[in-house]
């Protein structure tokens, strides 16, 4: 499924199954309470924080993509284009960053 298809599904999702969306406030709140949850999951599993017992069963996919839907909800609601956004964002990354990577003794 390409980023077009995600908006265009999630939006069908929203406007059939969701009633309407949340207004862009409460879903920046929603996103930001996603990627909490992502982000503790991330800390107990790969970080140096202990996993509790009941955070072993949480599928690490399934918050991926709590954020993605989220982050799509917004997009469609701000009338952006992902997938213009996100080849610009590379292209500029792209121009920025072209040897900066390569030139870091950090990263070798």
């Given at each position: 499924m390409t980023i077009k298809e995600s908006?265009?599904?999630v939006d069908e999702w929203i406007n059939t199954i969701g009633v309407r969306y949340f207004n862009e406030l409460t879903n920046t709140a929603i996103l930001?309470?996603?990627?909490?949850e992502l982000a503790s999951i991330m800390a107990r599993r790969y970080g140096?924080?202990?996993e509790k017992e009941s955070d072993k069963d949480k599928d690490l996919a399934d918050e991926m993509?709590?954020?993605l839907f989220v982050l799509i909800c917004l997009a469609n609601q701000t009338g952006i284009d992902l997938t213009d956004a996100l080849k610009k964002n590379l292209e500029k990354k792209t121009k920025r960053d072209l040897n900066r990577h390569k030139e870091n003794k950090k990263l070798q």
């Open positions: 908006q265009e599904i930001t309470e996603e990627v909490g140096e924080q202990s993509a709590d954020v």
